[in-house]
């Protein structure tokens, strides 16, 4: 049994697994939390920068600083894009994020001179980027997305509301209140002021309900259907859409997981079997002897 187990050990391992290529060490940077935070920074400095320049007096005394620094966190931008494409080849191209990451970086290196000038405007679009690399704000826009055939039902809801509302303002009070409910356009401009609170219960329904009590009545109901009721259902709609949404990169940390674990159950599953065979092999030769 001893000269069994000497043999077992005796065998030659198993060669070490090769070193890591460069683009799957590629890859393991620019899904660092390091390298994230990094470029979350220079997205916020590129924001500030922006924002300073719109001041003519710090840009005057300044912008030999600010210039460079912007050029200095474009190239990071370029590169961190230029290292997404060589670490995920084509499933960067087949991601929306990172489509929408490139659209940002190109639309920043176009030049803005001449009758360009106009897109340096577009250069704050890089502030944007704060949606796709920042992973709670990915969730979120996923969910707004996802929640648009719902808020679409919803505001056909509204329209609707709104329209009946309208139609029975102007035949209710274009008598007491021309100027408000005079004709259709009229009264959907005094409507909508009263249903985003825009001074219209002081300004137009007061004088009504002073001449006609029984117009309050119709006024906060309206208010309470159209604002209230519909607007706990954009957010019911929104909340819902949110609660499913699972980010992309989730989803892969989720794949990654399930195969390491498929990997692990396997290498275990082997190993019980050559012990398992050991064993049985250790048995047949005590039988031999005996």
């Known amino acids: 049994m001893t000269d069994r187990a000497t043999e077992v050990l005796d065998r030659p391992q198993q060669e070490p697994a090769p070193s890591s290529t460069l683009r799957q060490r590629t890859v393991v940077l620019v899904e660092s939390t390091g390298f994230q935070r990094l470029i979350i920074s220079m997205i916020v400095l590129n924001a500030a920068l922006l924002g300073l320049e719109t001041y003519d007096e710090i840009t005057d005394r300044w912008g030999f600083i600010?210039?460079?620094?912007?050029?200095?966190?474009?190239?990071?931008?370029?590169?961190?894009?230029?290292?997404?494409?060589?670490a995920h080849r084509g499933r960067f191209f087949r991601s929306a994020w990172g489509l929408f990451d490139l659209f940002i970086v190109a639309i920043a290196l176009v030049p803005a001179s001449g009758n360009a000038a106009v897109l340096r405007v577009?250069?704050?679009l890089r502030v944007l980027r704060l949606l796709s690399t920042v992973?709670?704000?990915?969730?979120?826009?996923?969910?707004?997305?996802?929640?648009?055939?719902?808020?679409?039902?919803?505001?056909?809801?509204?329209?609707?509301?709104y329209y009946v509302g309208i139609v029975m303002a102007?035949?209710?009070?274009?008598?007491?209140?021309?100027?408000?409910?005079?004709?259709?356009?009229?009264?959907?401009?005094?409507?909508?002021?009263?249903?985003?609170g825009d001074g219209g219960l002081g300004d137009i329904v007061e004088p009504i309900g002073r001449q006609q009590p029984a117009a309050w009545v119709f006024f906060l109901g309206f208010v309470l259907v159209a604002t209230f009721?519909?607007?706990?259902?954009?957010?019911?709609?929104?909340?819902?859409a949110l609660d499913r949404q699972k980010d992309p990169d989730d989803e892969a940390d989720d794949d990654a997981r399930a195969d390491r674990e498929?990997?692990?159950?396997?290498?275990?599953?082997?190993?019980?079997?050559?012990?398992?065979?050991?064993?049985?092999?250790?048995e047949e030769s005590d039988r031999h002897r005996s």
């Open 135 to 161: 992973r709670s704000m990915r969730r979120v826009i996923g969910a707004l997305i996802a929640a648009i055939p719902g808020i679409a039902s919803i505001a056909a809801l509204l329209a609707i509301l």
């Open 66 to 86: 600010l210039t460079p620094l912007n050029r200095g966190i474009l190239t990071i931008f370029v590169a961190e894009i230029v290292l997404r494409i060589y």
């Open 262 to 282: 498929d990997q692990l159950l396997a290498a275990i599953t082997a190993l019980q079997r050559q012990v398992a065979s050991l064993e049985h092999r250790l």
């Open 229 to 240: 009721v519909v607007l706990n259902l954009f957010i019911a709609v929104t909340v819902e």
């Open 122 to 124: 577009l250069r704050v």
């Open 170 to 196: 102007t035949n209710m009070f274009k008598d007491l209140s021309p100027e408000h409910f005079g004709n259709l356009g009229q009264a959907a401009t005094s409507m909508f002021r009263i249903m985003i």
